[in-house]
């Protein structure tokens, strides 16, 4: 099959690295022959004529209330990405900015898939033993949920296993605090009941195991883990903020005395391939599910390697119809 | 102050090493003159002479349903420790058992303090960087909870900050998913009005400092969070689960080579502070607070000396009048 070409639409404004990593990071994906366009100022953008650009007068920030933002800066480079994708004009957009920005431009200006309830944010975890990230969502995006939206979640989250990990049956867990079916609030039960009703499974091509634990998220017992945004968000900061927390003590550590340092280079060939298991860079980013179009959200960190990587999947995702299937099985 | 003299009440039966390892870490508690009293099956402490023992016919199993058990299992060791302490024979009780059905002897055999909602389950976060842990609450009891009980919850942890971990003014962070005021599920938006209208913080000698997030539970930013026991519990298993996986990973690496062995070897004088600080030996077991009288949790996997440190730990909470001090918070 011959690939779709459109571009990339990339915010050359967000993460803690612009615009030089993001720009760098556009350029490397030149080399994979996947275009892009990149959204900026003139000032930022100064100097870049190998790439396609799109000059805009404003920017969003990091602490800016998202919804307000959006509605108010209509020439951002966050609301003229979704733009240029809604449009048409791009296959996805990519920012390492402010993630409710990004993903209020994406639903706002692109508009919801249709039969979705709510888009919810999906975010890969890095799970050590397995081979591939375990999907969390909603992971921010609706703190407050109905047992159907779950249902919903469950959907989409299977179909984005499939389309990015190459999951042929995707394993479904609830989040919730005990395994047994009773366990959780009644958001959960009543979540559980839907879920384990098993008429979706087929359409989704999903298989319901049932209720999965806070510890199960980083084992890969399941492949995609559901939840509401509220529960999803503090999870997930909790495992970023514990896995970070370790790391950081295990680099003192290794710095500590002339044994240790000598012990860690010792070490360092071992410990490579999980320090890249836990790298953001190499986990990739979020995305928003649900809308009619890619949206993807990177690590404010990100280098130029991590916007390679995000300009990558969401152009897998574009080449693999990603949006169309979420559509079909939202709408049999 | 002459120490008051009564003896901890210690489940014989609960905990993976049951009971040996329980009777061992009784014994262990002796060396400090803290008095103990095993309850147990008269087989399980068949030749303990040099301790106090009381004999019961009935053990509640791990995964028992812990009302239902609790009910049903009036001659367990659980619900006999429980009406040791009621009755003011013992000055807690102590189980390595099952969670659930240890917090379900306690507030139906002792009853709660005057003025309580609901009791809720505190557990000592361990901290990389602050010298001593956060405790987090509610950890499990209430899977559903009113903006009110995260009241009781701030001010009862609140106490319990000061008389475990000797926090004069302890700072008390509400857990959701950004640190701004409107941020969270209506819950957390409910529960920061309330607990930022100041009138309870004077009376519990506390400061409340806000939202937290999921990545604050073990910055030590604030001395005890506050949340539902949904959320809490998939917190508190998600960051376990992290850590878990993490140092089994590290440990893996650790023997992969010949280097990363002499590496490890080097390294271990460095790492044995973090291990430490990790261990949930070390941090000690989680406590039910808000109901007359002391009940901890001590971790499934308790030694010997996890044992003693939750005996020394649930000693010192009776030397220090400690359920009279949160009764004396709750009933001003």
């Known amino acids: 099959m011959a690939e779709k070409s459109l571009p990339i639409a990339v915010d050359a404004m967000g993460g803690d690295y612009a615009p030089e990593q993001i720009i760098e990071g556009a350029r490397l994906a030149l080399e994979f022959d996947i275009p892009v366009v990149l959204f900026g100022t003139e000032e930022a953008l100064a100097g870049v004529v190998d790439l396609e650009t799109v000059f805009v007068s404003q920017v969003i920030g990091m602490d800016e209330d998202p919804g307000q933002a959006v509605r108010r800066k209509k020439d951002s480079s966050l609301v003229r990405a979704a733009e240029y994708v809604r449009d048409g004009h791009a296959s996805a957009m990519i920012s390492a900015g402010n993630t ?105 091509q999903a298989e319901f195991i049932g209720n999965v634990e806070g510890r199960d998220l980083m084992s890969g017992v399941a492949d995609v883990v559901v939840t509401d945004g509220f529960t999803g968000n503090v999870a997930l900061k909790t495992l970023e903020g514990t896995a970070k927390a370790i790391v950081s003590a295990l680099l003192s550590a290794f710095e500590s005395s002339e044994e240790a340092r000598k012990g860690s280079e010792l070490l360092a060939p071992s410990l490579l391939p999980l320090y890249q298991k836990l790298d953001p860079d190499s986990v990739g980013g979020a995305v928003l599910l649900g809308v009619k179009g890619i949206a993807m959200v990177s690590h404010g960190s990100s280098s130029a390697n991590a916007i390679l990587n995000a300009i990558k999947t969401a152009n897998e995702l574009f080449q693999d119809n990603h949006v169309e299937n979420l559509q079909s099985v939202l709408l049999p």
């Open 100 to 204: 409710g920005a990004t993903m209020a431009s994406a639903l706002l200006r692109m508009g919801r898939l249709k039969g979705v309830s709510r888009p919810a944010i999906a975010t890969p975890i890095p799970t050590l033993e397995g081979d591939h990230p375990v999907i969390l969502l909603d992971s921010g995006a609706n703190a407050e949920c109905q047992a159907e939206w779950l249902l919903q979640f469950a959907e989409m989250g299977a179909v984005y296993a499939r389309d990015r990990f190459n999951v042929q049956k995707p394993k479904i867990g609830l989040l919730s605090i005990g395994e047994e079916a009773g366990k959780g609030n009644s958001l959960v039960k009543e979540s559980f009941e839907i879920l384990n009703s098993g008429n979706w499974e087929a359409r989704s």
